[in-house]
């Protein structure tokens, strides 16, 4: 009931048609009951145990063609009833399961990062896949057949009570039977499809993570051992598989034994009342009841199929409800939002900013001032908080303590569209998508606030005029791929800006997909650029021409440039450094060489493996050079 309830909001959006399709089932049900009724007539008028019309004795060649007629045109009634049937419901299943993905989709793309680093993409992907065809199934197929059963049942019921009440209560006796073993085999079923669809996910996660990651298991040479483990993955499918199949298999068989145990009793009983009887039970009689009994069989048989069914589409839903009634923890606080701010210029302060996951501190009492404008550089040990600030800054988690703000505002009180929108940020491990170069930079342009379609609204009778997507302002594309020094190796592959990109960009190289995630960031024009380690993957030649379109870039707007090269973060108009979560030290290039400090330490061991490097390729992780020769002797440094 639960799950019904809460898949209302749903079936109302559709509740004409179910209506429709519901009373056509019945109509259906009980016309296909009359071509017994002729058969009856017809036998009774040749035994002459009874006349079709008492004013007419015996029957004629006509009135059999006249039967045979009413036959004819029962079947084509049903027919025609049953296809209006599957017009309205079968439409609706399918309409209802395009918006619970929509709504479902929808509500992802408001979860926040925590849910995402807990959930598994392989396991989002069965559950709008498996779990959701079993819902539309339940609310289709399924809920035709519930009503098909029932109505035919209710009619059989009554056409059988009123040729013989003792041939139908030895019907009705097996109910009980029936009734206690479904709801037996139906608790089973629910459990054992949970486990079944549970194992889907697993093995779904799997795969997914082996295709996103099949060079890294290729470079290690451990395809064998993945192929074992996703062996026993499917093994224990296949166990679960049968286990549900021990409880759901049955069931039909099971039903074919009770009906035919019904036929036989109604044959040794309904014999008896015809050959014994007074005649008011006559061999129609029994023939109709016997060929209405029949009738009544598939729906018996289908009693078993469609617990199944339905158990299954019930078990989805509450998988599919556990997405739908997952909450972000940063989201927009209403009484918090000040919705008069919609433009800023890029003025960030952290004021005793305190980041703590459990008992480990990221950031202790962080107090820091950007001015709008800012070029600033961020260094410091691995672990020493340098992300957590820009994610702090986007919102992408809340302080413990203390307050993050921009322009003056506190980031909570500004909404998370209009805060992201002025923000652009590159990761150090950026994500391009299957799409040209075009799109793949172009990505955050025209971004428009489409109307919103609250939860359980239907946009199927009258639908949305569909959205084109917008081609990106070339001009635009073009001059970030020049600022993010990209431009040259565009311009090199053969299709130029429409070369399509594999997965994730795998068929550009570690460099130009860092470039080409600058380049994205750049073409939005942001208040805000943050540069997470962007610069990690490219040589010092191809670092230079991006930090020369970076000071073109950054005129008039904040730059955070997270990084550990200090020929990176000389050129920034203020450099922090950060130990163990706290400001070890902060100013100028010049004045923090000058301090003899962490930095100047950091900037004169990486000078000194640049000046060990005898290769021509550049120091692709100068902080591991420079901790390395943190660990030699004394001696052998000088």
């Known amino acids: 009931m639960d799950s019904l309830r809460t898949l209302w909001p749903y079936l109302r959006l559709h509740r004409r048609q179910y209506m429709i399709g519901l009373v056509a089932v019945v109509i259906a049900n009980s016309v296909n009951l009359l071509p017994f009724y002729f058969i009856r007539l017809t036998i009774d008028g040749v035994t002459g145990q009874a006349d079709a019309d008492p004013a007419t004795p015996g029957i004629t060649a006509a009135r059999v063609g006249l039967y045979a007629l009413g036959i004819v045109g029962a079947a084509a009634t049903a027919g025609l009833f049953m296809l209006v049937m599957r017009r309205m419901i079968v439409v609706a299943s399918r309409q209802t399961e395009y918006e619970i993905r929509r709504d479902i989709f929808g509500h992802l793309q408001t979860l926040d990062k925590p849910y995402y680093d807990r959930a598994r993409t392989g396991d989002l992907m069965n559950r709008l896949t498996g779990d959701l065809g079993a819902v539309r199934e339940m609310l289709g197929f399924g809920a035709w057949q519930i009503v098909n059963i029932v109505s035919g049942f209710a009619t059989a019921f009554t056409v059988m009570f009123s040729l013989s009440w003792q041939l139908t209560l030895i019907v009705l006796a097996l109910l009980p039977i029936i009734v206690g073993l479904l709801t037996y085999m139906a608790r089973q079923i629910n459990k054992r499809h949970t486990l079944v669809q549970e194992q889907n996910s697993l093995i779904a996660a799997k ?25 026993a993955m499917n093994l224990e499918l296949l166990r679960r598989n049968i286990a549900l199949i021990k409880v759901d298999g049955p069931l039909r068989s099971v039903m074919n034994l009770l009906l035919g145990i019904a036929f036989g009793l109604i044959l040794l009983v309904g014999g008896r009342l015809i050959l014994n009887g007074d005649g008011r039970f006559t061999l129609g009689m029994f023939t109709q009841f016997v060929g209405t009994l029949e009738r009544l069989a598939f729906p ?59 008992d480990r501190t990221v950031l202790d009492d962080v107090s820091l001032h950007v001015p709008a404008g800012t070029f600033l550089g961020i260094t410091g040990p691995t672990g ?25 505002h506190d980031v909570r009180t500004i909404s998370l569209r209009t805060l ?22 172009g990505f955050g342009l025209g971004n428009r606030e489409l109307p919103e379609i609250p939860t359980g609204v239907s946009v199927v009778k009258t639908p949305p005029p569909p959205v084109v997507p917008q081609q990106p302002d070339m001009s635009r594309v073009r001059e970030a791929a020049r600022l993010a020094g990209l431009a040259g190796d565009v311009e090199d592959f053969p299709q130029g800006y429409e070369t399509i990109l594999g997965e994730r960009g795998v068929t550009l190289s570690g460099g130009q997909r860092q470039r080409t995630a600058i380049a994205r960031a750049i073409v939005r024009d942001p208040a805000i650029l943050i540069l997470d380690d962007s610069l990690s993957a490219v040589d010092t030649e191809t670092e230079r021409r991006i930090l020369d379109g970076l000071r073109e870039v950054a005129q008039g707007r904040t730059v955070l440039l997270i990084g550990h090269r200090i020929s990176t973060l000389r050129h920034a108009d203020h450099i922090v450094v950060l130990e163990e979560g706290r400001l070890a ?40 050079a420079a901790t390395e020769l943190e660990t030699l002797p004394q001696e052998a440094v000088k």
């Open 207 to 231: 795969a997914q993570e082996n295709f996103s990651g099949a060079r890294v298991v290729k470079g290690y040479a451990i395809e064998d051992r993945e192929i074992e483990d996703y062996r």
């Open 300 to 358: 018996m048989l289908m009693v078993g199929w469609i617990t199944g069914i339905t158990q299954r589409g019930l078990s989805s839903w509450q998988r599919l409800r556990e997405l739908l009634d997952a909450r972000p923890l940063i989201r927009d606080e209403r009484r918090r939002v000040d919705p008069g701010v919609r433009t800023l210029r890029g003025e960030i302060e952290f004021d005793h900013v305190t980041m703590r996951y459990g």
């Open 585 to 624: 030290e902060q100013g100028s290039h010049d004045e923090l060489l000058a301090a003899g400090g962490r930095y100047a330490e950091l900037e004169r061991l990486q000078r000194l493996a640049s000046d060990l490097d005898t290769d021509d390729e550049p120091v692709r992780d100068p902080e591991a």
């Open 420 to 441: 992201r929108d002025h923000i652009s940020v590159v990761p150090q491990e950026p994500f391009l998508f299957s799409d040209t170069i075009a799109n793949n930079i």
């Open 384 to 408: 020493s908080g340098k992300t957590v600030l820009g994610q702090l800054l986007t919102r992408s988690m809340d302080p413990t303590s203390g307050v993050v703000r921009v322009d003056g």
